[in-house]
C-alpha cells in the first residue's frame, strides 16, 4: 500500500458519492413526471446518503487507528487517544472517576512500555455507535470526536469556510470543494498528518456556545428523514432531487471536515 490508510480510504469515496449520483440522475431523469418511480428513487437516495455517511464515520476512526498502528508507537500518540483505549480495561459504571483516571495513567504507562497495538472497537463501541448501528448523530460524531482528543467539533466549525454550503453560491461551493479535497490529498499522504485547518477558519469558537450549529440542525433533520424512511412513518417524498443534490454536498462538506479537525489533532503533540 502506497501512503496512509486515510489517504487510502479518502480516495475511495468518490465511488460512494457516484453511487448517489446515479440516483439522482435518475430520479431528475422522471422528475417531469413525477411518477412512482421518482417519489421512490428520492426516497432510497436520502437512505443511501446516510448509510454511506455513517460507513464513512466508522471506516475514518479505523483508518486513523491502523496508521497509528503502523507509522508511530503506542507511546507516541496523543494522551487522549491513549486514555481512551484503556478507559475500557479499568472502568466500571459504578467506579469513583478519581479512581478510575489514576488506574488509567498506570495502564497507559504498562502499555507505553510495551509494543501495544491499538483497537478501533475502543473508539467507536464508548459512543455505542460501533456494534449498536447508531445513527451518525451530532451527539456521536461528537463523542467519536472526543475519543481522539477532540472537543467541541460542530463548534470549531461554525462559522468556518465550510459553512459555506449554507448559502447559494455554486461558483464558490465548487471551488472549495476542490480546495478541501486536495488539502486532504495532499497532506494526508504521510504520517503524521500536515492538515492545515487556518486555512479554512476551522478552529475555537467562543461564540454563541449554547447555539445549535447549522450543520447539527442540518444533520438532525436529515436523520429524522431517514428515520421516517426507514421505519416506515414517512410514505411520502418530501425531498425533491435538487434538495438532495445540496443534501449530498453537505455531507460531503461534513467528511471532509471530519477527516481534518480529526487528523489535525492526531498529529499534534500532547
Known sequence: MAGTFISELFASLDGRWNEVNVLLELANAEEEKSSDLYHAVCRSTSLLLVSHFEGIIKETAKAIV?????????????LQVRRTFCRPFVAQKEDDPKDIEQRTKKLIAVFDALDTKFEVEAFLSQNQFGNNNKNPSPN??????????????????????????????????????????????????????TI??????????????????????????????????????????????????????????????FFMVICDRISQPN
Open 66 to 78: 491502523q496508521d497509528l498502528n503502523k507509522f508511530s508507537k503506542f507511546s507516541d500518540a496523543p
Open 140 to 193: 456521536v460524531i461528537e463523542k467519536i470526536c472526543e475519543n481522539f482528543g477532540v472537543r467541541g467539533f460542530f463548534k470549531k466549525i461554525q462559522h468556518s469556510s465550510i459553512e459555506i454550503v449554507f448559502s447559494d453560491t455554486p461558483t464558490d461551493l465548487n471551488n472549495l470543494h476542490d480546495e478541501l479535497r486536495t488539502e486532504i490529498i495532499t497532506n494526508t499522504k504521510t504520517f503524521p498528518y
Open 196 to 257: 492545515n485547518l487556518a486555512k479554512f477558519n476551522i478552529g475555537p469558537n467562543p461564540e454563541e456556545p449554547d447555539k445549535k450549529s447549522l450543520y447539527e440542525d442540518f444533520l438532525d433533520n436529515l436523520l429524522k428523514k431517514r428515520h421516517g424512511i426507514a421505519h416506515g412513518s414517512d410514505t411520502e417524498n418530501s425531498s425533491s432531487v435538487g434538495d438532495l443534490q445540496k443534501d449530498l454536498v453537505k455531507v460531503q462538506f461534513l467528511v471532509f471536515a
